[in-house]
């Protein structure tokens, strides 16, 4: 199986700060990889695709890049609704893999 | 509008048996794969289980091979997870998820709320 290692597993921000998340795969996964934002109490949202591409509705300020192996996601201004859980998931092999988490609180 | 419900969770002993269902609606059910994935209470994500458009595909993490099995109807709408000698580590909210391979990466874009199964005596 593929495991996905996501770092740092929370951090603290303020409203306006760059955030950057990494997740690290344990064997390539191209770009076969996804973003979520978790809030609590909620189902997951895909944040973004393949990678780098935003999700139909997902505010621009929410970016990613990498491939292969290494991957981040960027919140390059961060907002209140922003404070949340944020997962990286590969799609490369079955059985598809989650990252543990990332925990973005104020 | 694309919803998704979860539905038949419930408080269960080990070693007994739980159907879960997932009804669809809002989008072209048959069309689309379907996914299973679940969160043990304060944990993170696990995926459980997919279904190919057809049920010709499937596939299960290695932890429910052989105990769990993924079904659809799709004259239904619905979607189906059948849990047999559950164990108190399968203790989680079940979230049903519709797939979409977007530039031609599967994702989960749809995810109904969940429903929770415990699993103890």
Known sequence: ?106 | EVQLVESGGGLVQPGRSLRLSCAASGFNFDDYAMHWVRQAPGKGLEWVSGISWNSGRVAYVDSVKGRFTISRDNAKNSLYLEMNSLRAEDTALYYCAKENKLRGVTGFDYWGQGTLVTVSS
Not at chain 1, 81 to 87: K, N
């Open chain 1, 1 to 106: 199986d593929i495991q996905m290692t996501q770092s740092p597993s929370s951090l603290s921000a303020s409203v306006g700060d760059r955030v950057t998340i990494t997740c690290r795969a344990s064997q390539s996964v191209s770009s076969y990889l996804n973003w979520y934002q978790q809030k609590p109490g909620k189902a997951p949202d895909l944040l973004i695709y393949a990678a780098s591409s935003l999700q139909s509705g997902v505010p621009s300020r929410f970016s990613g890049s990498g491939s292969g192996t290494d991957f981040t996601l960027t919140i390059s201004s961060l907002q209140p609704e922003d404070f949340a859980t944020y997962y990286c998931q590969q799609s490369y092999n079955t059985p598809w893999t989650f990252g543990q988490g990332t925990k973005v609180e104020v």
